[in-house]
């Protein structure tokens, strides 16, 4: 019989009524994918547990191997569905100028408006993805990212700063599948900043994160 404490994620709670340009209906069946993330997580931690208790942890046991490979699909699906809920709220508004967000957009694209046609540009790319401005957990500095099926263009150890899901569950209750433009319209306007800003890094975080990387 196995001692380990055995891990497993809830699903959160968010509050999201009231964001102008995605319904309630919307929201309530994006909710429900998010749900299938985490109770799929949960049955992934728990069978590959199991099976690690009954001598079939093997890499060459193809049901082992393909339950580990969607490790990362499901994970980061659960993750990321979280970083999004929670980095939108009613009434958004637009970003504030001079905060600490703004200044390090400037620094990094030269001004925000550069920022937002490049993360624009990714979000508006072909195919069902995360658009994601990402933070560089050594140098600080800021990269949007295309992210395709949840794991495949993260970068280990980078922060997500803003995530804006584009697959088309996301917009398909209140837009058609060729109207990603106008739920990415939508989707701007009901975003916390002061939700993405409070997820960057500090100086102190960044020296901590280069030493893990040297000797
Ligand atoms: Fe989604």
């Known amino acids: 019989m196995s001692t380990a404490t055995m891990q497993k994620y809830e699903v959160r709670p968010y509050d999201l009524t009231g964001l102008e340009g995605l319904s309630e209906e919307q929201i309530a069946q994006h909710k429900k994918l998010y749900e299938g993330y985490v109770n799929n997580t949960n049955k992934l931690l728990d069978e590959t547990r199991k099976m690690l ?67 624009m540009g990714v979000a508006k790319m072909r195919g069902v993805g995360w658009a994601i401005l990402y933070q560089d957990n050594r140098t600080g500095k800021l990269t949007n990212h295309w992210i395709t099926l949840h794991e495949e263009g993260n970068v280990a150890g980078f922060r997500p700063i803003l995530v804006i899901d584009v697959w088309e569950h996301a917009f398909a209750v209140d837009y058609k599948p060729t109207e990603r433009g106008k739920y990415l319209d939508a989707v701007m306007k009901c975003i916390d900043w002061a939700k993405a800003e409070s997820r960057l890094m500090g100086e102190d975080e960044l020296a901590k994160n280069r030493q893990m990387v040297s000797k």
């Open 53 to 119: 208790e009954n001598g079939e942890a093997d890499g060459l046991n193809p049901y082992f191997a393909e339950l580990k490979r969607r490790f990362g699909f499901e994970f980061n699906g659960m993750v990321l569905h979280e970083y999004y809920f929670s980095n939108l709220k009613a009434k958004g508004g637009a970003l504030p100028a001079g905060g600490r967000l703004a200044r390090a957009l400037e620094d990094s694209f030269g001004s925000v408006e550069n920022w937002m046609k490049d993360f």
